[in-house]
Nanobody, 125 residues
Framework: QVQLVESGGGLVQAGGSLRLSCAAS????????VAWFRQVPGKEREFVAA????????TYADSVKGRFFISRGNARSTVYLQMNSLKPEDTAVYFC??????????????????WGQGTQVTVSS
């Protein structure tokens, strides 16, 4: 069983940067696809970025492309989301997610089997 714990959220001014971390316990994520989603109250969870299980491909939502970057730690048990040029509309709770081993990564939340508890990111104008 994989447990995911996010950290790094907080309050930042528009134009600033934050780096979110997602630490896995129980096992590494070396064979899992991973992704970040975000959610605001009253709206569905929105795909942000994903990294395939083999590290060959990364995918980004159009709204964050060129500003956000997903990466993994050397031991592949930590996933990061570097967020630059933040905008007020990036304000949300950000969730880390992982697939079952050797499964593809997609933009749908239903593709992911493991989730963290979320970390709040607030961008002030």
């Amino acid at each position: 069983q994989v447990q995911l714990v996010e950290s790094g959220g907080g309050l930042v001014q528009a134009g600033g940067s934050l780096r979110l971390s997602c630490a896995a316990s129980g096992r590494t994520l070396s064979s899992n696809g991973v992704a970040w989603f975000r959610q605001v109250p009253g709206k569905e969870r929105e795909f942000v970025a994903a990294d395939s299980w083999n590290g060959i491909s990364t995918t980004y939502a159009d709204s964050v492309k060129g500003r956000f970057f997903i990466s993994r730690g050397n031991a592949r048990s930590t996933v990061y989301l570097q967020m630059n040029s933040l905008k007020p509309e990036d304000t949300a709770v950000y969730f880390c997610a992982a697939t079952r081993p050797y499964s593809g990564t997609y933009g749908s939340a239903s593709s992911y089997n493991y989730w963290g508890q979320g970390t709040q990111v607030t961008v002030s104008s």
